[in-house]
């Protein structure tokens, strides 16, 4: 796949910043240098800037001074034992512009200026930083942002109007004409009460949305907007240039209103004509009314498996795939999923065609909803009935999916760098973005392939079978996929992504 190469390079280029710094500047009272913007046309590849916590610094440094890949520069507030982050605050364009490759920015809190972050270079990682009351809180642009990963980062307060365009807490965009193949992680974060637009907003042509607790978007926003990119950010990009998808995975979404994700595009006749995927979420509507899924414009495929999608008022009009203002590149719509666990009541839910091992229940799954603790209940519905396969279509097939979880997202909270939960494992997997088992899988993840494999079906629709084997525990829980037109028993050829360590 095409992706693969570039998620490969990433991630070992995000394994080698850590080269020791050609270069140590320290900025601070008393010090050298008195402010970031003093050390940042100083950067050679490899240096490291240190900044003392426990005080307030300008807006408005530009980094453009480049790294390599085996020389990242990095820019870390220093937080020791009872010190806080270094604030930057002010009144410029961005608390802190990026417009530079390999470049590491972590620690600071950046709060209240027009937009806070902003990411316009390749490579970028931002980390254990606290950003608020800002208009766009991180925002990358179309044209020149490459590959980014944020972690284990606080958002909260962001989406102050303009009067203008929407703001988001983040706003994000791939250039895929100069960075084809980049991707956007989303990883380990807090995002919570935003003013006016989405928690995230993303345009990039991959996103990767792992791990993270994302509650309560702002007034007009969803959970997670995926869309397609501005067609006035690049005149080297078209529909055509590329197709836009999503690997959402293992996040706790909590709205009030409107939808936990939209998908698809949010400007008509602009569509991503994308491939979607939502594995091991937990979706929670708290509002009269709510989606779990909406889509817009015209989407490829969407595959949801082993979701909880749970509503905590009586009576509330939950809608699980509103599809009302969505189109399909193909017809039928490209929609499978499995072991999904729906309030009951709730509307639009997908077919037995299309949804195989649906549970419906009336009472919360969770050990304690009102107190938002969504780990299953001991013993409940959730427990041990997850697919533990994630089939895809095989003639439009979800690229690298990320299968199984390995982490749980933090509970409503910054957590701190390194310390994510490890999802554990005792051979099943539960619905939902948390697993109740007790032993814990290793913090790298378990070998993934994915291979092209014959499934065989039983009368009764469900899995029997693979590349003429039986089934083995790793597929004990697959769930079934109905084949449209055929007999009884059939067989069809997808991509299915399984535990190989136990298997050859």
Known sequence: MKYRKA????????????????????????????????????????DAVQVDGNATYPSGAQFSRNGTADQWITVSGMRPAGVTRPLITGSTMYGIDISADYIVLEGFEVRGRPKGIG????????????????NHGLIGYGTGTGNVTVEYCEFYGNGVSTGRATQHQIY???????????????????????VEGDNVKSRSQRSEIYYNWIE???????????????????ENVEIATAREDADVVGNVVIQQRNACARIGGDAPGYPTNGR???????????????????????????????????????????????????????SPRSLIGGNNWVITGATRVPSADE?????????SPFVNAGTKDFRPAPGGPLVGNGAAATPTITDYPFPDPCFPPAYHPPQAALIDTGTAPKRPSDGGIDVGAYEAASQAVGRTQPEMRCRTAAIRYGANGRVVGLDGRAAGPFLHQAPALRIRGKGEAARKTVDVNYRDALTR
């Open 7 to 46: 998620i490969v390079c990433y991630s070992m280029l995000l394994l080698t910043y850590t080269t020791l710094p050609a270069a140590t500047y320290l900025v601070g009272s008393g010090k050298t240098y008195a402010k970031l913007q003093d050390v940042a046309d100083l950067l050679q590849p490899g």
């Open 119 to 134: 990411v316009f270079g390749n490579n970028i990682l931002v980390r254990d930083c606290i950003i608020d009351s800002c």
């Open 276 to 330: 979607y995927r939502f594995v091991n979420n937990t979706f929670i509507c708290n509002g009269s009314r709510g989606d779990a899924i909406r889509t817009f414009n015209t989407i490829e495929t969407l595959e949801m498996y082993n979701n909880v999608i749970f509503g905590t008022q009586s009576g509330s009009d939950i809608r699980i795939i509103n599809d009302a203002d969505g189109e399909w590149v193909h």
């Open 355 to 363: 949804w195989s091992g649906t549970v419906r229940g009336a009472t």
């Open 172 to 194: 994000m965009a791939t250039d895929e004409h100069s960075h084809p193949g980049s991707i956007f992680r989303l990883q380990f974060c807090y995002l919570h009460d935003g």
């Open 216 to 234: 309560n978007a702002g007034s007009s926003g969803h959970g997670m907007g995926l869309f397609a990119p501005d067609p006035e950010d690049n």
